[in-house]
């Protein structure tokens, strides 16, 4: 894929994201995601940070979390998930077609990221949703790649990830297959598609 369709795609999974949520209960947006610890809420609120924060506010958030990622990235997106849910939604919505990524974000990281965090929204309260083909083979491919945070390379040693709908392998060893949208959310250290593959069992 080359830029121009990567950013289609973000743009329209954060437009799909936005149409899910706005028709949510409250009961709904207070559903538990895939993401650890977090509702529905808060990876709604953590989908529109990203292109709304220079480098100043992840430092002093970078610091507030006494260095830590994963804590700023949590405490970042609580405290904006403590706003009210219209606004969650039309801070979605605003930031389809702004093409600004986060402070050291890559656009293959944006792409990953809208695909994997509409999955952690949607499975949960069983909407169906699927990422395009193409742009799950990017994601997979940023998976494997990056290590930190999801370390994928590490979790899944010893296997072979063989994708059944598209021509996408990774790693070696026994084999790991199914559709490619279900590899990329192990990839990212999700187990709820694992029913959709073979030869692993959660």
Partial sequence: MD????????????????DLLAGLTEAEWSCPSLCEGWTVREVAAHLSLGPRVGVGAVL?????ARGSFNRMVDQTSRAEARRPTGELVAELRGIVGNHRLAPGQTLKN??????????????????E???????AVVAADDLWRIGFPF????????????????DW????????????EALVMLLAGRTATIPRLTGITA
């Avoid at 944006?110 to 909407?127: E, N, R, T």
């Avoid at 949703?129 to 742009?135: I, T």
């Fill in 60 to 64: 002093v958030a970078f610091v507030k």
């Fill in 169 to 180: 392998s990774a790693g070696e060893g026994a084999e790991i297959s199914g559709p490619i």
């Fill in 110 to 127: 944006a792409l990953m990221d809208s695909m994997v965090h509409a999955q952690d929204i949607a499975l949960p309260l069983g909407v």
């Fill in 129 to 135: 949703r699927h990422m395009p083909v193409d742009a």
């Fill in 151 to 166: 370390h994928a390379r590490r979790r899944l040693a010893g296997h072979r990830l063989v994708a059944t709908d598209t």
């Fill in 3 to 18: 830029e121009t369709r990567m950013w289609q795609t973000v743009d329209a999974e954060r437009a799909a994201t936005a």
